[in-house]
């Protein structure tokens, strides 16, 4: 397996990974009724804006894991609420979710491109650098994770960033651990999400 700069051509591939991840790390596929959802929350806008950096992790041509990176969380919540999520809003009105066809996983995914992103102050002015990771189970337990996790944090401290912040489920223990074994510390919760963090 080797890790290599992402490009818009893997994107279908990303978006998979995303979606066989979507749930605490695990499968998440029969959550969605639409299977882009959650790619296009969580993979296409960092795919897209030109300061972030997506590491794909590729075992022959298939993509089994990615980290995204991005160094300053205003400049992207910016792109994400004027330029990314527009188009999508159309695409996914909120005149739509009655529709019993929904997930609940559906519904919460466009109601958050519609609301768009708005990071507290207390996490986004002391860490505004962002990153996460996602590997499918065949890349796990090699090491693989932290390599990813090493190249995201790389770029935001290279960048200038002065700390990092991530948002993980308190009920994903297993991430947390992961986290926890390279510097994270619990942060702020606020809005109902959980923060880890750490100085770069």
């Known amino acids: 397996m080797q890790i290599r700069l992402a490009t818009e051509d893997d994107r279908e591939g990303l978006y998979r990974v995303c979606l066989r ?20 929350n969580f993979v296409g806008p960092y795919l897209a804006f030109e300061q972030a950096t997506t590491f794909a992790l590729v075992d022959g041509s298939d993509i089994v894991g990615y980290s995204i990176a991005a ?15 527009p188009p999508l809003r ?11 066809h929904w997930t609940d996983q559906d519904r919460w995914a466009i109601e958050r491109l519609h609301h768009g992103l708005h990071l507290e102050s207390i996490v986004a002015d002391p860490y ?4 996460h990771i996602d590997l499918l189970p ?4 090699q090491g693989l994770g932290r ?5 995201a944090l790389d770029v935001v401290r290279d960048a200038g960033a002065p700390g990092i ?10 991430a947390r651990g992961f986290y926890a074994h390279l510097g994270f510390v619990q942060g702020p919760c606020v809005g109902g999400h959980s923060y880890l963090v750490r100085t770069l």
């Open 21 to 40: 991840t979507s749930a605490n790390g695990d499968d998440g596929t029969h959550l969605w009724s639409d299977p882009n959802l959650v790619g296009h």
């Open 71 to 85: 160094p300053d969380t205003r400049a992207f919540e910016a792109f994400f609420n004027d330029v990314w999520a």
């Open 90 to 100: 159309r695409a996914y009105p909120l005149d739509q979710l009655a529709d019993g």
């Open 128 to 131: 505004p650098a962002q990153a």
């Open 138 to 141: 065949v890349a796990q337990g």
């Open 147 to 151: 390599s990813l996790m090493q190249a």
């Open 165 to 174: 912040h991530l948002d993980v489920s308190p009920e994903n223990l297993r």
